[in-house]
């Protein structure tokens, strides 16, 4: 868990039904009433610099031997676009968001060519989650740090590459088995399997 426990909000247990359900309720990127609120105050308490990383990834439905296959590796779920929502969606709940949106900023960072945006992108990720005053702060070792402040002077999109590594090791460690184990993931294993049975 993050010791930086800033949110007001308050999670509701994911079996709850949810009120006013739009669609198919198995993420966070439904936009029905139980989410908005919540999502509105979370908002509020972690706004980051980087706003192009969305509240949620596009994705379909997953089916439900996507759902299944998330419980065989770490890899599965991060690969999977709607597996990154839900346990981002699970993150939330235990104030450690920052980890995936960290991993996110990294891949997004990767994929940019133009040396301007990389300089920018790459401040904008030390200021977010690098910085020992960012209140999202992500938990490194000092070599890491070391290696990132070194590589700063003359940012690339590989610059964050041993940090992201770190955060990932520590996400699959750490927060997967819970994840696993957590009430949203069996509620939304239970939910794709007993809709698949009834189509």
Same mark, same amino acid.
């Given at each position: 868990? *993050?010791?930086?426990?800033t !949110?007001?909000t308050?999670v509701?247990?994911?079996?709850? +039904?949810?009120?006013?359900?739009?669609?198919?309720c198995w993420?966070?990127?439904? !936009?029905? *009433?139980?989410?908005? @609120? #919540?999502? #509105?105050?979370?908002?509020a308490s972690?706004e980051?610099? %980087?706003?192009?990383?969305?509240?949620?990834?596009?994705?379909?439905?997953p089916?439900?031997?996507?759902v299944? &296959?998330?419980?065989?590796?770490?890899?599965? %779920?991060?690969?999977?676009?709607? &597996? #990154?929502?839900?346990?981002?969606?699970f =993150?939330?709940?235990?104030?450690?968001? $920052?980890?995936?949106?960290?991993? %996110?900023a990294?891949?997004?960072l990767k994929?940019?060519? @133009?040396? +301007?945006?990389?300089?920018?992108?790459?401040?904008?990720i030390? $200021?977010?989650?690098?910085?020992?005053l960012?209140?999202?702060e992500?938990?490194l070792?000092?070599?890491?740090?070391?290696?990132?402040?070194?590589?700063?002077?003359?940012?690339?999109? +590989?610059?964050?590459?041993d940090?992201?590594?770190?955060i990932y090791? %520590?996400? +699959?460690r750490?927060s997967?088995?819970?994840? =696993?184990?957590?009430a949203?993931?069996?509620? =939304?294993l239970?939910?794709?399997?007993? *809709?698949?049975s009834?189509s």
């Amino acid at each position: 868990m *993050s010791r930086h426990e800033t !949110s007001p909000t308050t999670v509701q247990p994911a079996s709850n +039904h949810r009120p006013n359900a739009c669609c198919f309720c198995w993420c966070c990127c439904c !936009s029905c *009433s139980w989410n908005e @609120n #919540r999502e #509105r105050a979370w908002r509020a308490s972690r706004e980051t610099k %980087l706003e192009t990383i969305p509240n949620c990834e596009a994705c379909a439905k997953p089916t439900p031997e996507e759902v299944q &296959g998330w419980a065989q590796s770490f890899d599965k %779920l991060m690969k999977s676009p709607a &597996g #990154r929502n839900v346990f981002r969606e699970f =993150l939330r709940t235990e104030y450690s968001e $920052e980890n995936m949106l960290f991993w %996110l900023a990294c891949e997004e960072l990767k994929t940019e060519c @133009n040396k +301007h945006t990389i300089d920018e992108k790459a401040r904008m990720i030390y $200021e977010d989650y690098i910085s020992i005053l960012s209140p999202k702060e992500v938990s490194l070792d000092s070599r890491v740090r070391e290696v990132i402040n070194r590589k700063m002077q003359e940012p690339s999109s +590989h610059t964050f590459d041993d940090a992201q590594l770190q955060i990932y090791t %520590l996400m +699959h460690r750490d927060s997967y088995p819970r994840f =696993l184990n957590s009430a949203i993931y069996k509620s =939304l294993l239970q939910t794709v399997s007993h *809709s698949s049975s009834e189509s």
